[in-house]
């Protein structure tokens, strides 16, 4: 396994920091995760081509996994241990370096809400490398920024780095969403979804929905997987 690979898959949920706990299900090649982020602002489900047997494994100190992974290189053996059909421990290891490590009982584990029902969505994007490299400058000129204000006009989104209905420094530019029906002002987490573009550069497809009841969701295809996500709306000032 490249270790590459797993880290990708890690990043996708881990978003640098905003997920600590969550549970993998691996089987028959596939490794996948849902999960909901600390601040319970985003719930996502991440699906990847990892080997690692059949198992549910408790994943519960994600930060410590990813400092783990740095001590080895890149081509890594990864087997799960498992006592009684419940893993126990993963041990990694490359040529030189052998590691375990700890897995959590899957109860302390936070239960992701299930959000099969969504909305009608009034804007659609299909994300372009040039939309992403937009809103991370866009946010990276504006670090202090929380939210990002999405709103619809005749087809034409406006993205909204730290909106706000008082006077406030903010950056805006505008993108076509054919289709789309008009949207007042809804705000999202400008900080998740900057780090949820940042994870998923390497994507074959990605689409953004945003719907007026105060949901947003963004579906990446790639070459390996797929990663869906579902941002909460932000209540502004």
Known sequence: MKKSELLNFVGRYHLAGA?????????????????????QNVIGNVKTDLELGNHELGVYATPQLVKMLSAVGDDIDVTVNAVDKTAVSMKIKDKDINMTFMLADLSVIRQ???????????????????????FIKAKNALPESENFGIKCDNEIVDMIINYSTINTNRIKFHWSAKGSTNMSVTCFSSTLFKEILQANKNFKSAELNVSSAGLARVVFKLDNGEATYYLVQLQTS
């Open 19 to 39: 997920t600590t706990s969550v549970k993998w299900v691996a089987k028959d090649g596939k490794l996948e995760t849902e999960f909901i982020t600390d601040d």
């Open 112 to 134: 992701v809400p299930d959000l099969k029902n969504t909305p009608d969505w009034n804007i659609t994007i299909e994300l372009t490398n040039d939309f992403i490299n937009k």
